[in-house]
């Protein structure tokens, strides 16, 4: 179901640079994010960026320019690019443009409506706070995230974002009521492949949304792919009351293609080659993403960060629209420690007493005291050896490595890899965990009994498995 154009007004092109398009109108000159089209069959999409003159306007292809010509005709569609909204595009896969791209046939029970929307006013905002629980211990424990809030998980490559960010889905979009709307912004096409079959597999896709602008694509999909699915997520949230969670992957392919249109339009590059106007381009999508009086959506973001440098301005601009921020460590990633999350670098205005509770509150300060402890004693035993400790320090030191091997976790979307079933692990069971082990009830365990467990009772069976491997290890053979 394509969008009809509604004017008459038509244009030329006059030159095509890459994405660029320049375009003459005699009367009628289109208005800023303007669409319009062009081509043998009307299959190439532009923007409208910038108006050079009294006659003529410089776009940003959102398709191929393949075949373009200068002296081409282009046709005016009067309104701003547009995405379905309604209740029939639930358990759908869609562009930037709006067309479905799952073979499913077409679409019923849907409207259009512009990618280009206001933020909600400060009026009707919600200031309620409240717990988004995930069910994996690291981020219920020491960085909790906020129902309505924006959180980010922050790394560079390969050190386990989609993963993660999988997992939350298949942990939430199974309890949670509401919607869940994954946004795909230039990533893998293979990624994007393989999370349709295991939502379909898992029988969630009947209340999931999916819409990508992959990395083939031109920047100017990839740049208004965001707004895409805000668009639909708002509806969800302001015409139907429900929830909403919005998983965005990759955050920073969103600045990046907006640094390549700034660059393909001439614009002086800013700090690092970025462009001028990143801030007000992160905020326009960010802002969207709100809590309001009918609705909340909750929005989860993979942020890759580029040569894991968190001093570079898309790290930087990214962490202040954040209620979490969730810092990936490869070298704990190296460890094997997963999820691979820094507990002393991530950070979340959630956790404070007045939210999560004054036992919570405690435990998670008592834990970051301990890593950070072992942290700073990791140079001295290095070079001298841990029996050069005092005593209080080596207790620190075996706290501090059960807790850390407490906190990892298997995951469910990692079965195939690992051989280990998922676990789902309650807030309330990972602060017990932790709690027990700082209170040194598990010294006499070996470190792996804690190691890729769910509750911490289940420690108990494996040392168990682990003392009777060692036992049929070390016994000399019976002749």
């Known amino acids: 179901m394509e969008q009809k154009p509604t004017s008459t007004h038509k244009g030329i092109i006059l030159s095509v640079r890459g994405s660029v398009v320049d375009i003459r109108f005699e009367e009628g000159l289109p208005g800023i994010n303007t669409m319009l089209r062009t081509g043998a ?10 108006q050079q003159s009294e006659n003529v306007v410089r776009g940003i292809s959102l398709t191929p320019t393949q075949g373009l010509s200068r002296g081409m005709p282009v046709e005016d569609s009067g309104k701003t690019l547009q995405v379905p909204v309604g209740k029939g595009i639930l358990s759908r896969m869609f562009n930037v443009l709006g067309n479905t791209i799952d073979r499913e046939g077409t679409l019923s029970d849907v409207q259009w ?3 280009h929307n206001d933020p909600p006013p ?3 905002r919600s200031t309620k706070s409240e717990i988004f629980e995930t069910g994996i211990k690291a981020i219920d424990v020491l960085v909790p995230l906020e129902r309505g809030g924006k959180s980010g ?8 974002k989609t993963v993660l960010l999988t997992e939350l889905i298949h942990n939430m979009v199974g309890r949670e009521e509401g919607v869940s709307l994954f946004c795909g912004i230039g990533e893998r096409s293979r990624e994007g492949e393989e999370l349709y079959r295991e939502m379909k597999e ?3 896709l009947p209340n999931m949304v999916m819409v990508f602008g992959q990395m083939n694509e031109p920047p100017g999909a990839r740049f208004r792919v965001g707004h895409a699915a805000l668009t639909m997520a708002e509806y969800f949230r302001d015409d139907e009351h429900r929830d909403v969670l919005l998983l965005i992957d990759n955050i920073f392919r969103f600045i990046q293609a907006g640094s ?22 992160l905020s326009k999508l960010e802002e969207r993403i709100a809590n309001t009086d009918t609705g909340a959506i909750t929005s989860i973001q993979a942020v890759y960060v580029p040569a894991d440098d968190f001093t570079d301005p898309a790290a930087v601009h990214t962490f202040s629209h954040l209620s979490a921020s969730i810092v990936l460590s490869r070298k704990r990633a190296s460890e094997g420690l997963y999820p691979a999350i820094d507990p002393l670098q991530s950070s979340s205005k959630m956790a404070t007493p007045g939210i999560v509770g004054e036992r919570h509150y405690l435990l998670a300060q008592e834990i970051r005291k301990t890593l950070a402890q072992y942290a700073q004693l990791k140079d001295i035993i290095a070079m001298l050896g841990i029996e050069q400790l005092s005593v209080e320090d080596r207790n620190v030191v075996a706290r501090a490595r059960r807790i ?3 906190l990892t976790q298997p995951f469910f979307t990692t079965e195939q890899f690992t051989g280990m079933k998922g676990r789902l692990v309650s807030r309330e069971d990972a602060l017990n965990g932790c709690e027990r082990i700082l209170n040194d009830e598990f010294t006499e365990y070996p470190e792996n009994a804690l ?3 769910g509750s911490v009772d289940e420690a108990k069976e494996k040392r168990k498995s682990i003392k009777s491997t060692k036992e049929s290890v070390s016994a000399p053979e019976k002749k």
Not at 153 to 160: C, E, M, P, Y
Not at 266 to 273: E, F, K, N, T, Y
């Open 41 to 50: 069959e009307g299959e190439v999409v532009i923007e409208v960026l910038s």
């Open 113 to 115: 409506r512009s990618i």
């Open 122 to 124: 400060l009026a009707r």
């Open 153 to 160: 998980l922050f790394g560079g490559a390969g050190v386990g």
């Open 202 to 204: 898992a029988g969630v």
């Open 260 to 281: 390549e249109v700034s660059g393909l339009l001439g614009q002086m590059p800013s700090r690092l080659g970025y462009q001028p106007t990143l801030g007000t381009e």
């Open 404 to 406: 850390e091997r407490f």
């Open 451 to 453: 190691y890729m467990i």
